[in-house]
């Protein structure tokens, strides 16, 4: 039987699967068996009570989180013109529109979103196969698809969570780093559990919002009780 190492020995003892932990004590644990190479990011599931079979009751959007995410956000953004200019004034790390999307098609560049303006999904719109796999597809849903590029780069540079049910009906999402005071992970935590509410499909039935956990980047998932965020 292989020796447990020491962050697993420590995870042992601190953590109980069955028990349901306050946010303040899951960052504890998290920050008791962090990495000493990187800060990890704090990533929260949220099983919701929804049959992810029925299109209806795919949820589906964005919010801009409070306390931001902690991390630099690559943004690439489909627009011409006016447009393009407002994105580079902006802050945006790559603008174009044929060229942006040879970029793509050759995997010259690596991105964490992509917005593109109306007129510019004649363009976005023949990446599917490139951008889709990646979760990169632009969607006005989720505000990526906008002549305001200002506002929607913004966002996104500023901590906007993009989520979707997934095909077991959880919410997957990351809401900082685990160097976060415990209050701005709370924060973030239930700005994105209000929006879920708001989102909630009218013929879903029963309790919506179920099990919440929180984890680490490396460290397991851990329970949380639900009451101080909903």
Do not use: C, W
């Not at 796999?133 to 996104?156: C, F, Q």
């Amino acid at each position: 039987m292989s020796k447990l190492t020491k962050k697993q020995k420590i995870i042992q003892e601190k953590l109980d699967p069955e028990k349901s932990y306050s946010v303040d004590e899951a960052m504890e644990i998290m920050q008791s068996v962090k990495s000493e190479k990187f800060d990890e990011s704090v990533d929260i599931s949220v099983k919701l009570g929804v049959d992810p079979n029925k299109s209806d009751q795919n949820v589906r959007g964005a919010v801009t989180l409070p306390n931001s995410l902690g991390k630099d956000v690559i943004v690439a953004v489909f627009a011409d013109g006016d447009k393009a200019d407002e994105a580079n004034t902006a802050g945006a790390d790559f603008v174009g529109m044929d060229d942006l999307s040879e970029k793509f098609t050759k995997e010259e560049i690596s991105v964490d979103v992509v917005i593109a303006t109306n007129s510019a999904m004649k363009v976005v719109g023949k990446l599917g196969q490139v951008l889709g796999p990646k979760g990169l597809m632009p969607n006005p849903k989720v505000g990526t698809v906008s002549d305001d590029v200002a506002t929607a780069i913004k966002n996104v540079k500023a901590g906007q969570v993009r989520f979707r049910t997934d095909k077991n009906g959880i919410i997957h999402g990351s809401i900082g780093k685990v160097a976060f005071e415990s209050s701005k992970i709370k924060a973030n935590a239930s700005a994105l559990l209000e929006e879920l509410k708001k989102l909630k499909p009218a013929s879903a039935k029963g309790v919506y919002i179920n099990n919440i956990s929180l984890s680490s980047s490396m460290g397991p998932g851990i329970k949380i009780n639900s009451g101080e965020l909903v």
